[in-house]
């Protein structure tokens, strides 16, 4: 069965977000990087690169499915915050942004009546909640224990292979 062309449209909107995403990871990289949170900066390396391989995921379904990949206009991404409290919670923000689009996605496979988009994006939906939990935990830890949390975390999250 080919994909709809509603499906691969959706879809390849989907990828260009996926290099947003590993954009504004990166971009969150750099920033931690030079404020001499390094282990935060490797975590954020690690981010911006499952987003990346998340779009090769797409696009190699949609080819397989007979459809065409496209990448459309990645816009500019934030490259400063305040303290990395407010990083950690726009990282939060835009993965409760990204699970909706999953949702989305899911939603408009059912729709369509696509039982392999279905299949394919349920593995998403699931990665979304251990993506927002850990989000959330690392805000709430900064919040609860403030500036003194920092270290550790940077340390903690510095070991993510």
Known sequence: MTISKKLEKAINEQITAEMWSANLY??????????????????????????????YMMADFLIKRGGTAKMGKIEEVPGTWKKPVDMFKNVYEHECKVSEMINKLLDLSVEENDKAAQDFF????????????TASDIVSKIEKFGDSALFMLDSKLGERQ
């Open 26 to 55: 990166m971009a969150m990289s750099f920033f931690c990087e030079k404020e001499g949170f390094s282990g935060f900066g490797n975590w954020l390396k690690k981010q911006s690169n499952e987003e990346i391989s998340h779009a």
């Open 122 to 133: 349920w593995q998403f939906v699931r990665e979304q909640v251990e993506e927002e939990a």
